[in-house]
């Protein structure tokens, strides 16, 4: 099974498809955490460090670059593997990155989404922009506008793909964000007989 989890910043992506993969393997099943980054965090720190800042076409460039390049190699390790793979981050999370910074969705990434091998299951941890700026500032490990992330969640939203995700309320605690991911992946994961 393949779920692909999406959301803005400070959402919980990470810790919740870290939490899935411990689950699964706790249980003894087989299961593959892939991390699609895009390097915005490191490309923020480097930003704030040296004082300057990639124009929003450049930025997307090298994002685009990464995440595209990230991508395409966990589907071929998630077509390898046998068990849960969790896909933390997708090509989903560039188009709504572009939409936010009012780039055209352009024609590569739109084409790979196509012509990748469908998730199982698409899930977007939803939350507050507030909520996930006050996640961004206590983690301390990069910088985030609370403007950005209401334009990125409004991005998400307007994606064409969105209404094929499974919304998840991410606004809890991280134990809370996963008793609600499991209770939507039981109710999506198919009967072992």
Known sequence: MLIVLTGIDGSGKTTAARALVDSARAEGRNALLL???AARRRMSLISEQFGWKLPPRGAD????????GNVLVSHTRARNFSGLVVMDRHLYCQLALR???????????????EKLPDPDLIVHLDVDPRRAHERVIERGTDHEELADL???RAAYRSLPEFADFLGVDANGTPD???????????????VRV
């Open 99 to 113: 939409r936010a910074a009012g780039l055209s969705r352009g024609r590569l990434l739109p084409w790979l989404v």
């Open 35 to 37: 991390s699609n980054h």
């Open 150 to 152: 209401e334009a990125f």
């Open 61 to 68: 460039f090298v994002e685009t670059c990464i995440r595209v």
């Open 176 to 190: 809370d964000v996963f008793a609600k991911l499991n209770r939507v992946l039981a109710a999506k994961e198919p």
